[in-house]
């Protein structure tokens, strides 16, 4: 399969009339930058001891960059984001330098990464960015440097929402004016960044690159290395301008894509640094509760082969992705890959689509909060700690008492009887950030009691979102529904009025402790 990609990329390549771009890579005093890798999305060239490189390309993509070696920044801004791209006509060529600056020696590194914000300008969306998005970023961003932490934020895709680009008039460029953060920004494109006026993978991506630069790149930062990768083909038929196509995509990675990866990590010479892959589609299957199994590792199918095969010489990888607006935490077998795949920053999205509009759900379907993630690389092994807007930071749990519990409308479910024989006296813990190599543990009076890891729905949600909906008239489909997710930890405790302690212990070693007190009433967040 890699072979092919290959193939298929050498041949397309040929097929293109290549033009040459040369230029350099210097420091703001004009010091050659040497071995910085600069990329035309499909080839990778080193700079030499000068800071010259030179590339022959078909620049059907239109750009090159570079990836800024390890200590190192690009001086451009735009705004907020780092400029580390450089326009290219197909028709000639050109010239295209790039001025970095050093970074401090000591400077240690954070990664915020926010996933799903889907801003369309309807509902209070774009308010909510301003009001609750960006300051909420601003003070982990102000926290991080008050520890003397240089904060990166990096976006995972779906910044926008591509059916509302025209008839709200917003699109990425309006988005990048309200996403005032105080800090460089890497975005990652997702499906809803595509131009709805263009069919194609790259015709609908054309305005993301206008706009926002790349869609696929790398650059390295705390002893680190990372890769943002577009796996969103988005095909768009019987899209053209001034007409919306279908919008329809699929996960994947084009040969293109593919070919540029490959040739992307074979310059990380430390296969056992810490490498992060950003991207917006899940990459892994989806985790399984106790007793399920899992056919296949690998939810991409278009490129999750070559993907693995890539990979397979480096053993510290952290892949961050969203698109499912719901946490799913997920290793490979061997532990070698990481996929963290985290809740929308909007919540529950697809509610909004209902008519008259209503504003974003705090919750996503699995029972996970809106937020964020922070990535601290400052201690050489990167740690990462999800966080909710507005929420307590050690609010990484909900715990309910499945007595109290009670949902009479069975055509939505049946898990939540009242007086349910199977939830007697049962404690379900709900624990959004749980992984493989982290531990769920409760307590009955100090006694442990036998935990189990089950696949289920949160109650909390049906009680907020989907039954005020029904009874609001709304039709509920399957978007409108909780997911029934795998980081559910259940128990039976002895007597029903007794306190229950749920502890919760990270990959880390940190624990997370939250008492219900029995009988409990279903909590408010």
Request: aromatic residues 10%; glycine residues 8%.
């Amino acid at each position: 399969m890699k072979l092919f990609a290959l193939a298929f990329c050498a041949a397309l390549s040929s097929s293109i009339s290549a033009a040459t771009v040369l230029g350099t890579v210097r420091t703001i005093s004009g010091e050659p930058v040497a071995g910085a890798a600069v990329s035309d999305g499909h080839k990778v060239v080193l700079t030499d001891s000068t800071g010259k490189y030179i590339i022959t390309s078909p620049l059907d993509l239109g750009y090159v960059f570079v990836s800024a070696p390890d200590g190192y920044e690009p001086v451009e801004r735009i705004g907020n984001r780092a400029k580390f791209w450089r326009h290219v006509h197909q028709s000639n060529g050109g010239s295209a330098d790039f001025v970095l600056r050093h970074l401090p020696q000591d400077s240690a590194v954070a990664i915020i990464t926010v996933a799903d914000m889907q801003i369309a300008n309807r509902a209070g969306d774009r308010e909510r960015l301003r009001d609750l998005y960006v300051p909420s970023l601003n003070r982990a961003i102000d926290s991080l440097r008050s520890k003397g932490i240089s904060p990166i934020i990096l976006t995972l895709g779906d910044q926008t929402c591509e059916y509302y680009w025209y008839d709200n008039t917003y699109t990425l460029a309006d988005f990048n004016a309200d996403f005032s953060v105080n800090a460089p920004v890497y975005h990652t494109m997702g499906n809803h960044d595509n131009d709805p006026y263009f069919a194609g993978d790259i015709p609908g991506a054309g305005t993301w690159h206008s706009v926002m630069g790349p869609s696929y790149y790398s650059f390295n930062r705390g002893d680190s290395h990372f890769i943002i990768l577009d796996n969103i083909i988005y095909t768009n038929e019987g899209g053209k301008p001034g007409q919306h196509g279908r919008r329809n995509y699929h996960t994947g990675m084009t040969a293109p894509q593919l070919e540029w990866l490959a040739n992307d990590l074979a310059t990380v010479s430390d296969k056992s640094a810490p490498l992060f892959i950003a991207m917006h589609g899940v990459l892994l299957t989806y985790p399984a509760a106790e007793g399920d199994s899992i056919k296949d590792v690998y939810r991409i199918k278009e490129g999750g082969a070559v993907i693995d095969s890539l990979l397979r010489p480096f053993s510290n990888v952290n892949v961050l992705s969203g698109h499912a607006h719901n946490s799913h935490f997920q290793h490979t077998p061997d532990g070698r890959i990481r996929e963290y795949n985290y809740a929308a920053a909007c919540g529950t999205w697809w509610p909004a689509k209902i008519k008259p509009a209503q504003s974003n759900f705090w919750m996503c379907g699995d029972g996970s909060p809106w937020g964020y993630a922070v990535w601290n690389l400052a201690n050489g092994q990167p740690t990462h700690r999800y966080q909710g807007f507005g929420m307590n930071p050690d609010y990484q749990m909900r715990v309910y008492d499945l007595n109290k519990i009670a949902i009479t409308d069975t055509a939505l479910t049946k898990a939540y009887l009242p007086d349910s024989e199977a939830n007697r006296n049962a404690v379900l813990a709900n624990v959004w950030a749980y992984e493989p190599g982290c531990s769920v543990k409760m307590f009955e009076n100090g006694q442990e009691l036998k935990v189990t890891r089950v696949k289920a729905q949160d109650p909390l949600h049906f009680m907020l979102r989907a039954i005020p909906l029904k009874a609001a008239g709304v039709a509920i489909n399957k978007a409108l529904m909780p997911e029934a997710t795998a980081h559910m930890f259940r128990a039976t405790a002895s007597h029903p009025d007794t306190p229950v302690t749920v502890e919760f212990t990270d990959r880390y070693g940190y624990t997370f402790t939250t008492t219900l007190q029995r009988p409990a009433t279903l909590p408010l967040q």
